[in-house]
């Protein structure tokens, strides 16, 4: 899903832009790896400094953003510096900043680099805001002294925050332990009036993914109350995991005492049940509720049917209060039937998906907003279909979409609707690189969200030279492919 939300801006480009000749690919044919990236790079910072991107500024600023984020990634500084400075001031130019100066602590330049931090120093942000600029300087500085300094030197709203930005930097860096180590020194030091916003949340699930159990529990206190049930919840499945099942189950009875309306607290003592072949108990403790923890549904019904337990599966789906969940469980229960050879089960889920999307997607108008989120479901199911040897269905349903959604004025401008077009086309395209056939997929991009797909397609089967060729052969619109070679060079980066 990165790689879709990075595209986005590609498709709006090639929609919105005239069209210009198709050039060659000198990009496709570097060699794997630097080289490709360099090359990607390079062509992308002559398009923006270009009049075509003279034209669109804002698109243009965005896409340096971008840029800078890749080139960091990719730890080359001359190109971050490159781009940082085409970053009109604000919080993304102070943020691109931060990304040089900690490239240039991991490069062993600490001169240079505490010298941005301290400019950075001397203009802090507004009240409330979260410096994660500063932070994640800090991190790669590795200096104790600076980084007590600066969380003693905050204000009583921001201190939490600051803490947990330096906390989720440590995570990134692979430094557990000192991400742990600023949790036992500060954690204890906020006001307890203040906590911390809920985009946190995550880094207290990495801990608990890691079995940093301790970690997590002591970011508890620092959530938002209405957060604090959902970790609590994977904190006892991770002891439940360890094998501490007794332990997992106080922990859960005693949240739901506290929270008896969690219906993340009930989904995981299901899940307990489910885990330890007490199926009728998981059935009963299922939550009917308007919205779940995705990974944690996922597990609860995946277990049920590969047990053999798929009429217990299709009852929970029944309580469910949101047709979005119930299309994604079906659309995911097929595809798990049909991995495990279960065709019938399989058509009998993917029947389930369809009877709540082809209605939407049969809509000739109107359908655009009531599909915004559905597009994780409906990328499922038409991998479902394909997972069932009905591809040909999934490319009647898939144009039956496009049509749907073009038929709304708005309907290409609303970006939940343009992810599901390129999922359902992902799909597709996957089955044509998986069959051995990459060069077919070239035939069908005729529609920005097919070029879009079939990058992520090729991407997704480590065809990179493939990927770029279509971008620089397909799209022909300047910024929408600057678009598409950001994000295959965020993929080489990342790889």
Not at 183 to 210: N, P, W
Not at 218 to 225: E, K, S, T, V
Not at 299 to 316: C, F, I
Request: proline letters at 4%; charged letters at 25%.
């Amino acid at each position: 899903m990165r790689f879709l939300a990075a595209i986005a801006f590609a498709i709006a480009a090639a929609i919105a832009a005239p069209a210009v000749a198709a050039p060659d690919s000198p990009c496709a044919k570097a060699a794997r790896g630097t080289p490709m990236l360099a090359c990607l790079l390079d062509r992308t910072a002559q398009t923006l400094d270009s009049d075509a991107g003279a034209k669109f500024p804002d698109e243009t600023a965005i896409q340096w953003v971008k840029f800078n984020e890749v080139a960091a990634d990719a730890g080359d500084v001359a190109r971050t510096r490159l781009s940082a400075d085409r970053i009109p001031g604000g919080l993304q130019r102070r943020l691109a900043e931060a990304r040089f100066a900690a490239l240039l602590a991991r490069n062993g330049d600490r001169k240079r680099s505490v010298a941005i931090l301290d400019a950075m120093l001397a203009q802090p942000l507004a009240a409330g805001q979260v410096d994660w600029a500063i932070a994640n300087v800090l991190v790669a500085l590795n200096d104790p002294k600076r980084i007590s300094a600066w969380l003693e030197g905050e204000p009583p709203d921001r201190r939490v925050n600051s803490l947990l930005a330096l906390v989720r930097a440590q995570q990134e860096a692979g430094h557990l332990d000192r991400a742990d180590r600023l949790l036992r020194d500060f954690g204890g030091k906020g006001s307890a009036e203040h906590t911390a916003i809920i985009v946190h949340s995550d880094t207290a699930l990495d801990f608990v993914a890691a079995g940093r159990l301790d970690a997590a529990q002591r970011m508890l206190a620092l959530l938002p109350d209405l957060d604090r049930p959902r970790i609590a919840a994977r904190i006892a499945l991770k002891q439940d995991e360890l094998g501490k099942r007794a332990v997992a189950e106080k922990a859960l009875d005693a949240l739901l005492v506290a929270s008896p309306r969690s219906s993340d607290a009930k989904l995981a003592r299901a899940l307990v049940y489910a885990r330890h072949g007490d199926f009728a108990a998981a059935q009963k403790r299922f939550p009917s509720a308007l919205s779940y923890d995705q990974a944690l549904l996922d597990e609860l019904l995946a277990l049920l049917v590969k047990s053999g337990q798929a009429n217990r599966a299709l009852a929970m789906i029944g309580t469910m209060n949101n047709s979005k969940d119930k299309a994604l469980a079906f659309a995911r229960l097929s595809l798990v039937s049909s991995e495990r050879g279960n065709k019938a089960e399989a058509a009998r889920f993917l029947a389930g998906a369809r009877g709540i999307l082809d209605p939407l997607v049969n809509l000739k108008h109107g359908a655009a907003p009531l599909l915004i989120d559905y597009s994780t479901a409906l990328g499922d199911t038409v991998k479902a279909m394909v997972a069932l040897d009905e591809a040909v269905e999934g490319r009647a349903f898939t144009n039956q979409l496009e049509i749907a959604v073009q038929a709304d004025r708005f309907g290409l401008a609303r970006p939940g609707v343009m992810t599901g077009l390129i999922a359902t086309n992902k799909a597709l395209f996957e089955r044509m690189v998986a069959d051995g056939d990459p060069g077919s997929v070239r035939r069908v991009v005729t529609r920005p969200w097919r070029l879009a797909a079939a990058i992520a397609a090729y991407l997704d089967g480590g065809l990179v030279a493939e990927a770029v060729l279509i971008a620089d052969v397909e799209n022909q619109q300047p910024l929408g492919k600057t678009g598409d070679f950001l994000a295959i060079a965020q993929y080489i980066a990342n790889h």
